[in-house]
């Protein structure tokens, strides 16, 4: 648990510092810390992806020596408990509060908005490594804002040729009615009906109900060629067992790779056949990506996953800016290391990618399916895609 | 939809309805009889199947790991009785409702300490885990038929057992009056401390008996408590037949809000319950 | 509710002197954390004004409402929806209208919920604050899940002249202070009014008012709207301070964290779910910093609280505060 004896040490330092023994400006900024808070959720429904995405960026910066831009890192951990609520909030206590030199999060689309607004706000570097939510890198988007994971746009667009170029004409799009998921059912009906496809239904259940028979009913008297879902966690976990009880196997069941990572073990044989669509695939077969997978499961004696590896490169940006601006983050500088984060080429276990001018990543997209228990990569469904990044003023 | 889509749909309301009840009744036996809101009942649904789901991993059976975790559960449930909520009873009834919260905190930090953030599925046991197909291209999985039937004689028997018992008179009488119940010169300490396990243990098999179709994750059983509530507010407190008409009204809304006016789905089930207090403000059966 | 002992409102005058003066010492003894504990007390004064609104319902009227949250949210999703996009919205135009739109809101609720008690009217306002959270969750106009942002504070003028600056955290500060002040005085002067004494009784024995011909249903059905009131000027003023609005602000979790930060603080006494709001937030950032486990000793708080006070925290400090006045009294 290096986690706890790193906050514990922290906090002795934070006891110090309040009551003022400390110098509290570090007058040059190379010899002291670097402070990187990271505000993901540790409880609830999505805290094995905050733990996951932890693992991944503190192991991308123990490969460069637990050092970036040649500074020790300090990380000051706070459970943003998914609850936009106190997105802001929680986000300005790691500002003001902790002085983070750079600010990490998060899963929820709706928190990392509220990051995002903080971030606007006061200036500070933030890297989302997984909220796909499109505004924060459209609208929203802004020098300071990077996103090492997805827009909700981008995994879902290319299933769109998929479903077309294997006969389906008619299909059913269901989700939850929130953020993501209406986001997400865009991106496929876009490239669905742009080559003529047809939407039978969009179906949008309240969030976060999981009782899906009803709607299972309603797709079967449909009939449709094809049906894409997007869940997530615990709610694709059961909406894959549920769709195969209902006898719907008939029907191909498509959706971005959320749908099964991490829960494909759970979904047992249910999840046989399944396509989906994503940035990355466990089972992508890079030398790359066998390595991370395997120090990932030595660093923290846990299978990798997407979320991982968005951690991962989140730490990788993070090294590459602090490089170029050889660890100094004041003000002066602050040009210097958003300009060498934007040309970035990230090596990533899911395949180099670059970041667009709105700073979301410009990647390639894989189709995977499900067979015989295993996520089998059968190709890239779209080469470097960009997010169209609606509404950015700097893309 | 034609009628035989209608007709499936209903049976999809009812099935859902029926384990509403069945995670639900618990806490209105503990409400109607001790007067207690308990918000940990949600917490002892997640206890029962994160249970399963690790007794599953050294025994080899479903039924066997369901029938290990509901002693643990009632243990729990007990231990908390005679700890914490004994104490409280000549208090304002928003103490125990304060208590209970805190609760929850412990129990999400425990259920994540001791077995992390991942989701978890189980699979259908053997012999149930197949679907009787129903139309050329649905099918209705045996398992859920199965778990409506377990059900519903489990709501046959609580009925029983509460028309024709000492321990059901016993609850009848506190449900209508608590201090007739310590007049009739029954140790009501025991009586309670047995209810709140009760409570808990029906908690605990809903979760059980319900995880092979469910996911298992953090979590789980603060989505499933708002619910529950409903259900027993429904029905009107304290009564199993209120909370059995009650889950199967809301399991058949649910049902039928999400087919027929699919942009109103997410009021349906509180609007249901809006309207039947704003008629009956005491419940159906109070 | 009966004048406090003369010992504690010192005490509390104190605390509130302390207070007001934060931002004057802050700096010299927190300097490495100053400008976070001035937001952090800004939006902590601003949830015990819910909390305080919230008991003038469980406390005082013996309505106990799991939907007040929906308020709350109301207010702040007013300011962002009259706000222009790109303009500052004027103070004494938005303000007043929030204030307008909640209150109706509140009657409605309230007119709808009275007709029932105990918890069937904790269930109906969960109802209607659930509907309130669907409304936003699902809507187009007001950024759906995602929830909206106000990018820029409402400007607070006089004949043309900015008088305050609400994106200057000082003064947010003073104004999240002046409100929580002003709602507690107000609260004292309308609970020590001949309508207040009904609500009070009213919240003892309804019954019994009944029967001293008063009609229990019109006070109730007022103090349900002045505390939503109340709660959608909190939510007014929190969307003010991060300029965002969300969904999760109307949703019974937000309720149910007020309502325990009324219980903790002690029911009725009206200075103690204030306080709760106080013990709540800071013991949260407290634990929040020392484990990553942090819900385990906030619960194990919680309870040990219940058990060790059974009046909440304002209760015991009234229980010691008038055993030493009666001391000092020579009684």
């Known amino acids: 648990m290096t986690r706890i004896s790193r906050r514990g040490a922290l906090l002795a330092g934070a006891a110090v510092a309040a009551t003022g023994l400390m110098p509290t400006r570090f007058a040059i900024g190379q010899t002291a810390k670097v402070r990187v808070g990271l505000m993901l959720p540790y409880s609830g429904t999505y805290a094995g992806l905050g733990e996951a995405i932890t693992s991944g960026l503190k192991m991308a910066v123990d490969a460069r020596g637990g050092k970036l831009g040649g500074r020790e890192v300090e990380y000051i951990l706070l459970d943003d408990e998914s609850n936009p609520g106190k997105g802001p909030e929680n986000a300005s206590k790691l500002i003001a509060g902790d002085h983070v030199d750079f600010l990490v999060g998060t899963v929820h689309s709706g928190v990392a908005l509220g990051m995002a607004k903080v971030a606007a706000d006061t200036g500070a570097m933030l890297i989302i490594p997984n909220a796909g939510v499109g505004a924060a890198t459209g609208p929203m988007c802004a020098p300071n804002i990077f996103r090492t994971s997805f827009s909700n746009w981008q995994p879902a667009y290319p299933m769109g040729k998929v479903a077309w170029d294997r006969g389906m004409r008619n299909v059913v799009t269901i989700s939850w009615k929130y953020g993501a998921g209406e986001e997400q059912l865009g991106g496929f009906e876009e490239g669905f009906t742009q080559r003529g496809g047809k939407i039978v239904k969009r179906i949008l259940l309240p969030f976060p109900n999981e009782?899906?028979?009803?709607?299972?009913?309603?797709?079967?008297?449909?009939?449709?060629?094809?049906?894409f879902a997007f869940f997530a966690g615990s709610g694709a976990l059961k909406f894959v067992k549920d769709y195969a009880a209902a006898g719907l196997k008939s029907i191909p069941l498509m959706g971005t790779g959320f749908l099964t990572d991490g829960v494909l073990a759970g979904q047992g044989e249910a999840a046989e056949g399944v396509l989906t669509t994503l940035h990355y695939a466990d089972a992508l077969d890079t030398p790359d990506n066998k390595k991370f997978r395997a120090d990932f499961k030595a660093f923290s004696g846990k299978e990798a996953d997407v979320y991982a590896v968005q951690g991962y490169d989140g730490g990788q940006l993070l090294a590459i800016g602090m490089d170029a601006v050889k660890g100094d983050t004041t003000a002066g500088s602050r040009a210097a290391l958003i300009a060498a984060m934007e040309v970035a080429e990230i090596k990533s276990p899911r395949g180099a990618f670059t970041l667009s001018k709105a700073h979301n990543p410009v990647q390639d997209i894989y189709l995977r399916q499900v067979k015989n228990g295993q996520e089998i990569v059968l190709g890239v469904a779209h080469k470097a895609l960009a997010d169209p990044a609606k509404g950015c003023k700097s893309a | 939809m034609d009628i035989w889509f209608f007709l499936i749909q209903v049976m999809n309301g009812v099935q859902y309805g029926l384990l509403l009840f069945l995670v639900a009744s618990g806490l209105t036996l503990i409400f109607g009889i001790m007067g207690i809101i308990n918000l940990a009942h949600g917490s002892f649904y997640m206890l029962g199947a994160y249970l399963t789901f690790w007794l599953l991993q050294t025994v080899d059976s479903l039924f066997l790991a369901i029938l290990l975790a509901l002693p643990i559960s009632a243990a729990v449930g007990y231990l908390i009785e005679a700890l914490l909520v004994r104490v409280l009873y000549r208090r304002d009834h928003l103490d125990q409702v304060l208590l209970t919260y805190g609760l929850i905190l412990i129990f999400n930090e425990a259920q994540r300490m001791l077995w992390g953030g991942d989701v978890h599925g189980i699979k259908v046991p053997g012999g149930l885990d197949w679907s009787i197909r129903l139309t050329e291209t649905l099918s209705y999985p045996v398992y859920r038929i199965a778990l409506s039937a377990v059900c519903a004689a489990l709501a046959g028997g609580m009925y029983l057992v509460i028309q024709r018992t000492r321990f059901g008179m016993w609850i009848r009488a506190g449900a209508s009056n608590r201090d007739m119940v310590a007049a009739l010169g029954i140790n009501v300490k025991l009586l309670f401390g047995a209810v709140f396990a009760v409570g808990a243990v029906l908690a605990a098999l809903s979760g059980a008996i319900a995880a092979p179709i469910n996911s298992i994750g953090p979590g789980m059983g603060d989505s499933i408590l708002i619910i529950c509530f409903v259900v027993v507010v429904i029905g009107g407190v304290g009564s199993i037949k209120g909370a059995f008409l009650g889950a199967l009204l809301i399991g058949l809304a649910d049902t039928f809000g999400k087919v027929l006016a699919p942009d109103f789905a997410s009021f349906s089930v509180y609007g249901v319950m809006a309207v039947v207090l704003l008629v009956k403000p005491r419940g159906l059966f109070a | 509710m009966s004048r406090l002992?003369?010992?504690?409102?010192?005490?509390?005058?104190?605390?509130?002197?302390?207070?007001?003066?934060?931002?004057?010492?802050?700096?010299?003894?927190?300097?490495?954390?100053?400008?976070?504990?001035?937001?952090?007390?800004?939006?902590i004064m601003i949830m015990a004004v819910m909390a305080m609104s919230l008991d003038l319902l469980v406390g005082v009227a013996g309505l106990v409402s799991l939907g007040h949250a929906a308020f709350f949210g109301l207010g702040g999703y007013m300011l962002a929806m009259l706000s222009p996009e790109y303009a500052a919205a004027n103070l004494w135009l938005v303000l007043p209208a929030t204030l307008i739109a909640v209150a109706f809101a509140a009657a409605i609720v309230g007119y709808l919920s009275i007709r029932t008690s105990g918890i069937y009217f904790i269930m109906v306002t969960l109802a209607f604050g659930q509907m309130g959270f669907y409304f936003f969750n699902d809507s187009k106009f007001a950024g759906g899940s995602d929830g909206a942002y106000i990018m820029v504070k409402p400007a607070v003028e006089i004949l043309g002249v900015s008088v305050l600056n609400l994106g200057d955290k000082r003064t947010l500060y003073y104004v999240g202070f002046g409100t929580l002040v002003g709602v507690y005085l107000l609260l004292r002067v309308l609970l020590a009014s001949?309508?207040?004494?009904?609500?009070?009784?009213?919240?003892?024995?309804?019954?019994?008012v009944r029967g001293l011909g008063f009609d229990p249903v019109v006070y109730k059905l007022v103090a349900f709207t002045i505390g939503g009131t109340i709660a959608g000027l909190a939510g007014f003023l929190a969307a003010i301070q991060y300029g965002f609005v969300n969904?999760?602000?109307?949703s019974w979790h937000h309720s149910g964290e007020a309502l325990v930060m009324v219980i903790l603080g002690g029911m009725g006494t009206l200075f103690g779910p204030a306080i709760g709001a106080f013990v709540f937030e800071l013991a949260r950032m407290g634990f929040e910093a020392m484990t990553d486990h942090w819900l385990l000793p906030m619960g194990a708080m919680i309870i040990a609280i219940v058990l060790v006070l059974p009046k909440g925290i304002g209760g015991f400090l009234l229980q010691v505060f008038s055993a030493r006045s009666k001391v000092e009294d020579g009684q």
């Open chain 1, 211 to 227: 009782e899906f028979q009803a709607n299972l009913t309603e797709i079967a008297s449909l009939r449709p060629d094809g049906v």
């Open chain 3, 5 to 43: 002992p003369r010992s504690l409102a010192v005490v509390l005058t104190l605390s509130v002197v302390l207070l007001a003066l934060y931002p004057v010492f802050g700096q010299v003894v927190f300097p490495n954390k100053h400008a976070f504990l001035m937001q952090k007390l800004t939006g």
């Open chain 3, 194 to 208: 001949p309508f207040g004494r009904v609500v009070s009784a009213i919240g003892v024995n309804e019954n019994r």
């Open chain 3, 247 to 250: 969904p999760a602000t109307l």
